[in-house]
Structure formats: structure tokens, C-alpha cells
């Protein structure tokens, strides 16, 4: 059985602001008020609905009211004892000469005029009514906003309907220090197919580097060319096109590893087409990805926010509401074999100059004297430094662990293995290059590697145990 590892960080865990770094000077006042405001909108949200229930229905039985004018007012009161309506001036009634005067000025109104007042009741009731409820929405739109995706984070972990998973993260470690040692256990009777994340087309080297150790290594490694920004449906159904034309092409399974938003398009393509691709497919292994949502997505396109940016379905695809709408229809096969892994990125001041590599960028040279027409430089990005202020608010605002974009408690597939290392790794680590890696550490390639053979290894496991129950 696989227990909970011990894969030393190498980096400290201290807090990303400290005495001399007040929180107050970064964050907005909003994030670390979330508690105050989400009282106080409770409390206004009280106070509206007491409002809401001093107005009655707008209909009003004309058998049951009597209406009396008294010092130049009209009171209607009802049978219930409860007095409404919006009272208009006596001088607005002087010219009814049929009504016929009580006590100093009081009168009875005729029944002519009892029908005209009934409008003018019901008209100022109805407008009252839509001012009660615009503010009881405006109510609702704050708290919605102030609660965010609360609710919603690790309710994988507790649907009882979703299979248990099992903790790997020690035999991950151990293979991993395996592989720094030089042992590669991948077999070559494989084709390994990495699936990149949203936004993965703006970023050419997107597991770049982890391709070229595969083939270095001797292996068939492809990296799926699909439409990052595309819904999970239009991808599940062109990574089910790359494998079948692999596998035909090779007469090889094919081994997926998919990072992020990849990993759930990955995952769907197994759901969708199981039937298809059950011969083809060795296993799945998921890196940082979503499967159960992310309140990133969640909190930008949640209907009724104060915040609405729009439409985006690769990003509507990733919210709570979408990921339980699929994963009640769809469910990963039960013999497949999967391996998901969760990170948690690291927010010590020293990562605020963390650059990693995106891309690369050719530059002429010019003279009689140059070697080469071209010079390439590299593009670099503070991802590292994006990737902790983000999991900064996450932790500030909910209280929970992520890698800057996915919360720890959303990426464990159900019934899969879950790799949870001690190390501090962020969103964008998995796959482009930092150039302050720790050369102690495995680098992001080696840990893809460690996470494709760990799966291998749960697929042999698998295959084992259906063939004892065979027999």
C-alpha cells in the first residue's frame, strides 16, 4: 500500500510577507476584511427581508377595505388590521361633490371613487415592491461575491458516490531519487503523449523540455497540437483523434500525461470514448489539473457577480458548476489506470525573482564577421512571482493551499493515485524552465518521468488484480 511521502522542499515554507513586509502594503483591503463583509452582508441581507415581509401582496380584496380620508390624507385599512398604500392629497378629491362630509373634514369616498383609489394603491405598492427587490438582488450580488467559491472547493472529497483514492507520494519520492541516480524504468513499448494547459498556444516551450529528455532517452514522445483555448468536449474529441493515428501509426498503447486544463481534456477523451480507445490507452496521469473546478474560474464567471468578464468556454469549462455537470455524467473508466498530482507553490520572499523561460526569440546579426545569421535569446517571465501572488489571495481569501491557480483539494482524481509532495512547486514549474533551479533537485522533467513510471507501475498493479479475479 503507498503511504504519504517525504520529498524534501529545499525551500523554506515561511511566509511570503513578513514584519517588514505588512500584508496591508500588497493586498487590497478588501481580501483581509472577507470575514467583516461577509457579516455585514448578512446582516443587510436580514434586515431586506424583514423589510420585504412590512409589504403585503399588491392585490388588494375591495370587499375587505374601507377608506377613509382624515386632515387631508387617505387611509386604507384592511380587514388584517395592517394599513397600506400611497396616500395622495384631499385637494386631489375636493372636486367629488357627491361625497358627503363627516366630522371636521373626514369623509367616506363613493364607490366611484374607491375604484380610481384601488389603482393608485396597487400602482404605488407595485412600485415599492420593485425597489425592495432590486436592493434584496443588490444583497444577493454582494454576498455572492463576498463568499466566492467556499461552498464549492473539495467537493470531491466529500461526494459519496466518488471512489476513494490512495496516497503514492512515497513511492513517487522514491522513484524519483531513483531516476536522479541515473535508473530510467519507462519501457520503449509505449508512446508517451503530453497534453498542454489553457493557454499553452501563447507559450511555445510548453513541455519542451521534457520531450527532448524522452527522446534523448530513446522514447516516442509527442506533444498533442490542440487548442488550448477550446472547450474540454471540442479537445476530448481531437486527443481521441491523436491517439487513435498513434496507435495505428505504431501499434503501441499510448501513455497520456496532461497538465492542467490538458489533464481534463485528457480525462474527458477517456470518458467520451472509452469504447474506442480502451485497446489503445495504457493509463492517464493528471499534473495540477482541476477536475473538480477552480474558484479562479468560478469567481470571474459566476452568474450574478459584481465581477462578469464575459464569455470564455475554456474557462466556463473549468468552473464548479461545469466540472459536476460532466463528472455526474461521465466517469473514468474503473480499470483505467490514473495518477494525479497536486502541488503547492511556494510564497517565500526569494520567489519574487524567479524568471522562467516561455519562449525564444531570434534576433539577425549583422557583419561580415558573424558566425550565425540569427542570435537566439531567450523570453523570459516572473512566472514563479505571478504564481505566488496568487496563491497568496487563494490563501487569504479561502483559507487553502494551491499552486496559484488550482487548489490542492480540487485536483485529486477519485480513485486515482495522488502523488502529494513536500516540495514547493507553482502552476507554470511543470513545464517551462526556471533558471534558478536548484541543481539538488529533480528538475520538471525528471518529475514528469517519475510520474509516468509510477503509473506504469498502478497499470501493472491493476492488470494483476483483474487477472487474480479471473481466476
Request: glycine letters at 8%; charged letters at 20%.
Amino acid at each position: 500500500m503507498m503511504q504519504s511521502g517525504n520529498w524534501n522542499s529545499g525551500e523554506s515554507s515561511t511566509p511570503f510577507l513578513n514584519d517588514s513586509l505588512r500584508i496591508e502594503e500588497l493586498i487590497p483591503q478588501l481580501f483581509t476584511s472577507v470575514p467583516s463583509l461577509n457579516e455585514a452582508a448578512s446582516y443587510l441581507a436580514q434586515t431586506t427581508s424583514f423589510i420585504t415581509g412590512c409589504f403585503s401582496d399588491s392585490s388588494v380584496e375591495h370587499s375587505s377595505r374601507n377608506v377613509e380620508v382624515t386632515d387631508g390624507q387617505e387611509l386604507v385599512t384592511f380587514s388584517s388590521g395592517l394599513t397600506q398604500g400611497s396616500l395622495r392629497g384631499s385637494s386631489d378629491l375636493a372636486s367629488s361633490s357627491d361625497s358627503p362630509s363627516i366630522n371636521d373634514g373626514t369623509r367616506r369616498i363613493s364607490a366611484s371613487d374607491s375604484s380610481e383609489i384601488s389603482g393608485t394603491i396597487v400602482q404605488s405598492n407595485h412600485n415599492g415592491q420593485t425597489s425592495v427587490s432590486i436592493f434584496q438582488g443588490l444583497i444577493n450580488r454582494v454576498r455572492k461575491t463576498v463568499q466566492g467559491s467556499a461552498d464549492d472547493i473539495g467537493w470531491l472529497q466529500r461526494d459519496p458516490e466518488m471512489p476513494p483514492v490512495e496516497d503514492g507520494s512515497e513511492r513517487f519520492t522514491e522513484i524519483v531519487d531513483s531516476i536522479r541516480h541515473g535508473v530510467h524504468r519507462l519501457p520503449n513499448s509505449l508512446v508517451y503523449l503530453l497534453i498542454p494547459g489553457l493557454f499553452s498556444n501563447h507559450g511555445p516551450l510548453y513541455f519542451v523540455n521534457t520531450k527532448t529528455t524522452f527522446s534523448k532517452m530513446g522514447l516516442a514522445c509527442h506533444i498533442a497540437k490542440i487548442h488550448s483555448e477550446a472547450s474540454v468536449e471540442k479537445n476530448a474529441r481531437e486527443i481521441k483523434d491523436y491517439i487513435e493515428e498513434i496507435y495505428w501509426g505504431s501499434k503501441k498503447r499510448v501513455l497520456l500525461l496532461g497538465h492542467s486544463k490538458g489533464g481534463i481534456d485528457a480525462a474527458a477523451a477517456l470518458s467520451l470514448y472509452w469504447s474506442d480507445l480502451k485497446d489503445k490507452v495504457a493509463g492517464l496521469a493528471l499534473a495540477q489539473s482541476p477536475y473538480g473546478g477552480t474558484p479562479i474560474a468560478s469567481d470571474i464567471l459566476r452568474e450574478g457577480q459584481l465581477g462578469d468578464y464575459g464569455d470564455l468556454q475554456a474557462l466556463e469549462d473549468l468552473t464548479y458548476d461545469k466540472r459536476k455537470e460532466f463528472l455526474k455524467k461521465h466517469h473514468l473508466p474503473e480499470e483505467l489506470p490514473v495518477v494525479s498530482f497536486h502541488t503547492e507553490a511556494a510564497i517565500t520572499p526569494a520567489v519574487l525573482a524567479t524568471l522562467s523561460r516561455v519562449a525564444h526569440a531570434e534576433l539577425p546579426m549583422v557583419g561580415p564577421l558573424s558566425e550565425s545569421p540569427t542570435l537566439p535569446l531567450p523570453v523570459i517571465m516572473p512566472l514563479g512571482a505571478a504564481m505566488a501572488a496568487c496563491a497568496q489571495l487563494v490563501q487569504i481569501r479561502y483559507g487553502e493551499k494551491s499552486d496559484g491557480l488550482v487548489l490542492c483539494r480540487d485536483a485529486g482524481v477519485p480513485g486515482s493515485v495522488v502523488v502529494r509532495p513536500k516540495r514547493k512547486m507553482d502552476h507554470a514549474w511543470m513545464v517551462y524552465s526556471s533558471l534558478s533551479d536548484d541543481p539538488n533537485e529533480a528538475d520538471a522533467s525528471q518529475v514528469c518521468e517519475a510520474l509516468l513510471t509510477l503509473l506504469v507501475e498502478v497499470g501493472q498493479k491493476k492488470r494483476h488484480e483483474h487477472a487474480m479475479k479471473d481466476e
